[in-house]
């Protein structure tokens, strides 16, 4: 079993930014992956960005050049920088994690105002 604790979220103008955190307790020594989706109203939730145990990111179009994801060095933690936020940024964020199945945080929402 492995429990997600997400932080970070809240409300921010657009072109500002947000750092979102994550940290995973439980079976951390299972994670091959970590990362991030989101999901805004009305719709279903998406990848942002994951991160393997090698360190190989990869990100969504839409986030490309303005997200980006790191592990700690303890590797049970998960951050999310996002920069330049847009409105369609807005969505509430999930911690995801991945060993023989997946494991989600309770989501953290994030509002970018226009």
């Known amino acids: 079993q492995v429990q997600l604790v997400e932080s970070g979220g809240g409300l921010v103008q657009a072109g500002g930014s947000l750092r979102l955190s994550c940290s995973a307790s439980g079976s951390i020594s299972s994670i091959n992956r970590m990362g991030w989706y989101r999901q805004a109203p009305g719709k279903q939730r998406d990848l942002v960005a994951t991160?393997?145990?090698?360190?190989?990111?990869n990100y969504a179009d839409s986030v490309k050049g303005r997200f980006t994801i790191s592990r700690g060095n303890a590797k049970n933690t998960v951050s999310l920088q996002m920069n330049s936020l847009k409105p369609e940024d807005t969505a509430v964020y999930y911690c995801y994690a991945q060993t023989f199945r997946n494991y989600w945080g309770q989501g953290t929402q994030v509002t970018v105002s226009s």
């Open positions: 991160i393997i145990s090698g360190g190989s990111t």
